[in-house]
Every structure is written in C-alpha cells, then in structure tokens.
C-alpha cells in the first residue's frame, strides 16, 4: 500500500513546526523556572542603538505624497501589466480587451491630470 | 562538577559509553560554546577583534564569531578601546539593554582605565566605574590570542557558574540588577564620574 503523496507534506510541516517551537518552548519553561524577570525603561525601550530616541514615531506624512504615488502607478505598475497584455494581444477575447483599456485609460486619466499639475517638469 | 553524581562512577559510565550529565553543565556547556558579542568597536582594539573574528584567529572555534549589531541578541560586551565621556552613556545603554545572562570583556588598557590617555580630558577612566566586567584584558593593544584567552576565561567563568541554591550566579538572584544608570554628559565631567555600587577601586596601603 503507497501512502497517501500528500502524507509528506504533513510530516514535513510537522516538523517545521515542531523544530522552532521547541527550542522557544523549553527557553519559555526556563524563564518560567529560572530566570528572574528583570524589566527595565531602557531594556524595554524599541531604539536599541544606545541613543535615546528623540520624539514620537507616529509622525504624519503629508498628503502631498499623493502625487508620487500616481506617478509611480503609471509609469511601474502599469508597465507591468502592459507586457503581458502586449504578448497575449492577437488573441484576447473582446473583454478581456476592453478590460484592459478601461485600466488603461483609467491611468492615462491620471498622467493627464499629473501634467497638468506639472508634476512632470523638473524642479528648477 | 555536579554534586550528585560520583566522579568515579561518572568516569566508569563514560568508559562504558553512557554519558551522564546534569541540567546544569548542559546548559552551561550550550551558553559557554555559543556566545554571541555585541557588533561594535570603539578604538584600536577593535582592529585585533576584528582579526580574532578573521579566519587566521578565528573566535568562531570558540562558538564567539555570531557578532550581533543588535544588543538584544548578545550575551557578551566586547569593550574594545578607549571610551571617551562622550560614549560612555552610550556603552552603558547599549549594556543595559542586552538580556541576561550578559558578561563584558574589558579589552586593552584604555577600557580598563583610559591606559595612554588617561590625562585626558575626555578620556573615561576605566569602563568599569559603570558596569561589572567580568574580564579584563591588559595589552595596548592586546594580541588576538589575549583576546582568545580572555573568551577562554569567560567560557571557565560560566561553565562554574551555579544555577540554583545560595551561591547562583548573579543574574540568576532577583535582587541583583540588570540595568545600571546612565550617566549624563556634564559640563565638565560625566554626572555622576562613577556608579559607587559597581566601581571599587584599589584602597592604596601606604606603610609609614
């Protein structure tokens, strides 16, 4: 009798599993056991680069920031799609078609208006 | 040594093939032959650390090569050079965020007490007038091999060190502290110039 293909898999990520929980399990049962908790501000403290951290990290971006992330839509993520759309153009059902121009002009509506904007002259 | 197993029996055991340990020794044999220092060098001395971490010295034979830019992932302090006042509150930061069990070696003549530069106006006298060493290392600047020697020391220091019962190790005891004060960078000096729980320095005897 052949065992089931997928029954290796199961052991396999038995064993992943088993491999890192274990070691954190027994330092967990002897911190539990052993080791005194010894907290402390500094030892607690998230920058560990031994400078004290100086104001808050929940700073706010402006939202002027917009401008580059449409940027980097148009002219990276579409270009991702465009090749696949490039390749598979001469036998592309109608939909999948007007699909992709939809996206497309979707996009161009957005290098339009970055234009206008004057996004895409070089600061001066 | 454990105290519950006789060593004749143990020696006979081991001839005979069977390997008796106790908690302890096993988990001071895993912490001695995996010590992990702490990424940093602060003067000279850290170019003969960075050659015991290269391959003709090789600390890696002494489980020490796993050299951690951050400090909570390190067990060991490698003080290596001169630390002038202006670091010092951050060497002691850096050592107080490290987990316990945390040992410091206190490489070279300026870590020990600002060796050449002593005079100096900005010069630390001794790092260890803020946080315990447990090793120090003489030498300006110590060979690779005095640095070997020193991780060989430590390695002994922990391999005798107690779990359990009235002579534990330190960081074992609640009471014992992880974390030490910083001292702030002054006008003038460090404030405070030395933490007096930490630093004993050497009663001079003048005989008259």
């Known amino acids: 009798m052949t065992p089931n293909p997928y029954l290796f898999i199961v052991i396999f990520a038995g064993i992943a599993l ?20 010894k907290p402390g501000a500094q030892k607690n403290a998230i920058y ?19 401008l580059y992330a449409i940027i980097f839509l148009i002219f990276d993520v579409e270009a991702i799609f465009l090749v696949p759309f490039a390749v598979a153009f001469t036998n592309l059902p109608v939909g999948a078609f007007i699909a992709i121009l939809v996206f497309l002009l979707l996009l161009i509506e957005g290098l339009v208006w970055a234009w206008a904007k004057g996004c895409l002259n070089w600061a001066k | 040594m454990s105290e519950q197993i ?22 001071n044999w895993g912490r001695k032959n995996s010590i992990w220092p702490l990424q940093f060098g602060l003067a000279c001395c850290a170019i003969e650390m960075i050659a015991t971490a290269a391959s003709r010295y090789d600390i890696a034979r002494f489980g020490g090569e796993i050299f951690r830019p951050s400090p909570r992932q390190a067990d060991l302090m490698i003080v290596a050079g001169t630390v ?14 490290m987990p316990d069990p945390k040992y410091v070696i206190s490489m070279g003549a300026c870590a020990i007490s600002g ?10 006298k001794g790092i ?23 991780f060989m020391e430590l390695q002994r220091k922990i391999d005798n060190q107690k779990l359990s019962g009235s002579e534990k190790a330190e960081f074992l005891k609640p009471e014992q502290p992880s974390e030490f004060p910083v001292p702030a960078f002054g006008d003038h000096d460090l404030n405070p110039p030395a933490n007096p729980k930490v630093y004993h320095p050497p009663k001079l005897e003048r005989q008259s």
């Open chain 2, 115 to 124: 060796g050449p530069f002593k005079q100096g106006y900005n010069v630390l």
């Open chain 2, 128 to 150: 260890d007038r803020y946080i315990p060493v447990d090793v120090y290392i003489p030498g300006c600047p110590p060979r690779p091999e005095a640095l070997l020697h020193a």
């Open chain 2, 6 to 27: 006789d060593e004749n029996l143990r020696s006979e055991l081991q001839r005979q093939g069977v390997w008796v340990t106790s908690m302890q020794e096993l988990y």
């Open chain 1, 48 to 66: 560990e680069c031994g400078v004290e951290s100086i104001g808050d990290a929940h700073v706010q971006f402006q939202s002027q920031y917009y």
């Open chain 2, 84 to 97: 002038t006042k202006k670091m010092a509150p951050q060497i002691v930061r850096l050592y107080n965020q």
């Open chain 1, 18 to 37: 088993v491999f890192p929980l274990l070691p954190l399990g027994l330092a967990w049962l002897w911190r539990r056991f052993f080791q005194p908790p």
